[in-house]
DNA sequence: AGACTGACCTGAACGC
DNA sequence: TGCGTTCAGGTCAGTC
């Protein structure tokens, strides 16, 4: 599932084929995956990227958008979220490879003879749409879909301090927290277990209840598992394709919690635990990662 | 206002 | 074999 190591993999891929092309025209193959994009009057309308030049592609968490523009600067942006099973994949010659022609849901094609730039999604939770760009903080601007998602865990500019004291104010549980893209985007399911395993906390241990170093680590957990698999994940791509298919090989071998249910915890042995948790699971070391005591949301 | 749940979606894996 | 069920989970509208 792409979170914030897999979505930066694709970034960093689109960064090698897209910045400097001239942008022919977008076309949507599927309705759901154009839902965002915006039919207000003042709102641009999917064919205000013909013409185009696009630029360095930007993400925040689990976010893309590629700024497109003209020799003024850019005003709008390719904007994209991959949902759970989205992809973007480049193919030279202007058809799509076998295997996942039946789930292209949109086609950007340029006015040069370089690759043609595929949305694949199979399960249609991910989007694309084209919007405005709008300022956000000084000398940064962000389209309107982005604007309300926090700073991811690598950005230069997060506010560790902030963040701190902003998960001990909640009234929830630690894993809930770290899912809210809006106390801190770029983390999912995946990384949210992984984390909490660093640092031995359990999915449930309120937030109310985590001391200043507690969530400290919390977030160097996090960032460390992140930088790990941005690392491997960019082993694991092909040059020419820009591929989310969740089986890098950082998942093979890295993973310590995630879907390994009944397998022992690397750390002492005990049997990993799949719990259910708000309609997905968490996965954990009930040895390492004691269950609080107090009730879950205090 | 903040916390939380269900719906959205498809295909693979599973049980009988 | 085949049919129905379960599972995967990011986000957001709706509810409390």
């Known amino acids: 599932m792409p979170e914030l190591p897999e979505v930066e993999t694709v970034r960093a891929g689109l960064s090698t084929h897209l910045p400097g092309r001239v942008v022919d025209r977008l076309e949507f193959r599927h309705p759901r995956t154009s839902r965002r994009q915006s039919g207000a009057a003042d709102a641009p309308r999917q064919d205000a990227l013909t013409g185009c030049v696009l630029q360095e592609p930007q993400r925040r968490g689990k976010y893309l958008w590629v700024p497109a523009g003209n020799d003024d600067g850019a005003s709008v942006a390719l904007t994209a979220h991959l949902g759970m099973s989205g992809q973007f994949r480049l193919s030279e ?24 730039l595929w949305f694949v999604d199979q399960r249609t939770f991910g989007w694309i749409s084209v919007e405005a760009l709008q300022p956000h903080s000084p000398g940064e601007c962000v389209p309107p879909s982005v604007a309300h998602v ?14 701190n004291r902003a998960l001990r104010r909640r009234r929830s549980t630690v894993k809930r927290a770290l899912l809210d893209q809006t106390l801190q985007s770029g983390v999912g399911n995946i990384y949210a277990d992984e984390a ?12 109310g209840r985590l001391t200043r170093a507690d969530a400290a680590g919390l977030l160097a957990a996090v960032r460390e598992v992140m930088a790990e698999a941005i690392a491997a994940g960019g082993t694991s791509f092909d040059a020419l394709y820009v591929n989310v298919n969740g089986s890098s090989g950082y998942f093979d071998r890295s993973l310590a919690v995630y879907g390994r249910a009944g397998e022992p915890c690397r750390r002492c042995g005990a049997p990993i635990v799949r719990e259910r948790f708000a309609n997905r699971s ?13 009730a879950p949301a205090m």
């Open 282 to 294: 968490s996965h954990f070391c009930p040895r390492c990662q004691r269950r609080p005591r107090y």
């Open 93 to 116: 010659g202007g058809s799509p490879g076998p295997g996942w022609e039946r789930h292209v849901r949109a086609v950007l094609r340029f006015r040069d003879d370089g690759p043609t």
């Open 150 to 163: 926090a700073r991811d865990v690598l950005d230069p500019l997060f506010d560790a301090d902030l963040w």
């Open 196 to 207: 909490l395993w660093r640092v031995r906390l359990h999915p449930d241990r309120a937030t």
